[in-house]
């Protein structure tokens, strides 16, 4: 299968070099130079991952990021020549997989895109677990539609409160540190900070409780981290 590669990008020498790094490698690149070209090119064919510039001559790379988030879970790695740790932390706040800085090594953004890739990419849903696990925690976790559901209603979760969430129900009862966390679940978690743990388990929490206001699943340890205890809805 080869991956098919959406490349935002206005500076027609940095997309040529990023096009000739990755299909040297195998990919499909397509390549446009705006927003909203970029957005018609999604609309029509999907991709497997988005390769995003922020400074756009129509607009800024962080709108589109934002737009795309509300529907699409694809990955996104954005290139900038902006290495403020603002436009850094708000690129992966708003849902971008990794964030590289120009200039960059061409080998470098290439082998980042294939460990996007690997971790993105979902395993066939027959290959051993059906998905419908762990139905008797009151979780049941449907790896296929990236869905978790809870007392069988979908939790309507954005991208990290998922893998967070289904980190958790992977091994129930065990205490991660937010370091821990950060590693299962932010691509770069140098970049980012473990106050965004828990801000993601606050929100969390919250989807829980509107599904059922006595049941608080998830334990903070202080000074450790979080665990989730799975109730025993057996009779
Ligand atoms: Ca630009």
Not at 97 to 103: E, G, L, S
Not at 141 to 170: H, M, S, W
Not at 191 to 201: G, K, M, N, P, Y
Not at 208 to 227: A, E, F, Q, V, W
């Amino acid at each position: 299968m080869t991956a098919r590669i959406l490349l935002v990008e206005d500076e027609p020498s940095i997309a040529e070099i990023v096009d000739f790094a990755l299909t040297s490698e195998g990919f499909q690149v397509v390549w446009r130079t705006l927003v909203r070209e970029a957005e018609a090119e999604l609309a029509a064919t999907p991709c497997d991952l988005t390769i995003l510039d922020l400074g756009l001559p129509d607009g800024s790379g962080l709108e589109l990021l934002k737009r795309l988030r509300r529907h699409s879970e694809m990955p996104v790695l954005i290139l900038s020549a902006r290495n403020a740790e603002l436009d850094r932390v708000l690129g992966l706040e708003l849902g971008a997989d990794d964030y590289v800085t120009k200039p960059f090594s061409p080998r470098e953004l290439a082998a980042r895109v294939k460990a996007i890739l690997k971790r993105t990419i979902r395993k066939p849903p027959d290959a051993g677990e059906t998905g419908q696990s762990r139905r008797e925690s009151g979780f049941v976790v449907d790896e296929a539609r990236a869905i978790i559901r809870f007392q069988n209603q979908p939790l309507d979760l954005t991208r990290y409160e998922y893998l967070l969430l289904k980190t958790l129900l992977a091994q129930p009862e065990r205490v991660f540190s937010r370091a821990q966390l950060m590693d299962q679940v932010w691509p770069d978690p140098a970049a980012s900070f473990e106050r965004s743990v828990d801000t993601h388990i606050k929100t969390l929490r919250a989807k829980l409780r509107d599904i059922d206001p006595n049941n608080d699943p998830i334990r903070t340890h202080r000074g450790l981290g979080y665990s989730i205890r799975v109730r025993d809805a057996s009779p």
